[in-house]
């Protein structure tokens, strides 16, 4: 098949048939060293060329239009209502959208829509859009995000009592309020425990979308920082024969960062008391050690792993370690936190009752900055700490956690990750690559011809044995598929559509002359 596809089209003659054939194929063969090297450097340039960005950057975005053409941000609050399971007797739910007039819309389940301009008709939008409620109906309000980031002055408007809601994409989260120094503060709800700010769009999508990543047990690997331990990580994590789970892995603390290259892709997990730019780990014996925590933030960069470090209230001991009674240290609440899939559910076990975690995420390019602390002001938000908790945790063996920071992929970079086929090359020059192989397609007659005059056919005589021929043969045609045939699809396509398109519009013209000169010998013969 591969001879086939290097021979000519019809009609064409071999080109340079003057040369010595031994000539042709010393010429051939110097220039293909050259060739090959100049295909592997310009492939990536002509996929990333802007011509092509644009391309598929119109293919993304117009697939998904034509398949689910968009909707409103009310409409799809709307939508949310009605996905929402039975509501207590007394109790409705209603979808509100804040507009830049100072107006206020709402949509009940059936679809009806109330549109309030006075504070008189914001008064009957309840009565209206439910007529079977009572006087009395506690409102639930599921406000658009434009609501909530743009207008939240409006929210002073509505029904007092109301239960407020903020709609993300097809979730939505109870709003709380929380004075600070620079006035009222408006959080969501992600989880019980687990709160976000509603101050700036952007960091609260990427903080919901951090807290709603998959967390796969088998991918999060807990570390513990021993001075004198391994100066590696397995790639793979080690697990127990009795309980089947993952041990914790030990580390020598400055052999770290080098260490995370051995777990691209995974999430560490890291304990110790967090000051300033240190991270403080209390070995098993000897003083309190300290890293650097930029430190670790650019080694996880730069192996693309999600690096996590719990800071604790107490003795920063390490978790797997013993501590001065002889107990095996455990981080409290971590093995009920690992069971979970998503980590907000982990975070949420890991907060424990009684305690709330502030959640807060700082985008930047292909990394997120992510911390949790104890959100003040909030019932449950008050700091577990001091030096009581700090000896019972030393007694029963239990790290207690108070917050956070993590340096974690970007949804943007994640999800970049996920498209890519082949691991290690960007997803942006795979697709590139692809289309380009598509289009040259189109241009197989002219781009086998070019190849043919670069890469003449082996000849079996050529060859000792069989085998090496068709090694030969195999190569010859990887190459071109695989290199040459996208590396000229810019130029063989247009050239061979364009040759198409010249054929069919000649085709009436050339039928027509040869039909006359069949005539013509029919009439000479019949004379």
Known sequence: MLAKMAGYPGGMSKPDSNLPRDRKRAIARATRPILLLATLLLLPVAVQAGWLTKVMDAAGTAAPRAAKPAISAIDNAALHVRSLPALPDNT???????????????VNKAGETYTAGTPEELKRAASVLLPEAKADVKLSLYLTGDTVFLYRAALADL??????????????????????????QLLAEIRPNIVVELADRAR???AVWQLGRPLEAANVRVVALEPGGPPRLPSTPRIDAATRRALVDTIDPPSL??????????????????????????????????????????????????????????????????????????VKGLEQAMQHTRFADFLNALAGSGSRLLVSAAPSGKRTALAADAAVGLPGGAPTGGLF??????????????GLQADMLSAQRQRELDRRLIAGIPSDIQTGYLLLAFLGLLGLPVSRAWWQLLWPRESAAEYALRSGYW????????????????????????LNLWRQLRDALSAPARLWRRVSRRQASAGAGAG
């Open 471 to 494: 090694a030969a043969r195999i190569v010859r045609g990887g190459a071109f598929l695989l290199l040459f045939l996208p590396l000229t699809a810019p130029a063989t396509a247009p």
């Open 204 to 206: 609260f999508e990427e």
């Open 389 to 402: 908790s700090g000896l019972i945790a030393d007694v029963t063996g239990r790290v207690t956690i108070a």
């Open 159 to 184: 029904p007092k009592g109301s239960e407020l809601y903020v709609v993300a994409g097809s979730e939505s989260y109870r709003v709380l309020q929380r004075a600070g120094a620079a006035g009222e």
């Open 92 to 106: 409705a739910a209603l979808a509100a959208q804040a507009t830049q007039e100072g107006h206020w819309r709402f």
């Open 257 to 330: 960062p080098a260490a995370l290259g051995a777990v691209r892709g995974q999430t560490v997990l890291l304990t110790g008391r967090i000051e300033g730019r240190l991270l403080y780990v209390q070995p098993a014996s000897g003083p309190e050690r300290s890293v650097l925590l930029p430190d670790l933030f650019k080694a996880a960069e730069d192996a693309d792993v999600n690096l996590i470090v719990l800071h604790s209230t107490s003795t920063p001991r390490q978790p797997g370690g013993r501590n001065w009674l002889w107990q095996r240290v455990q």
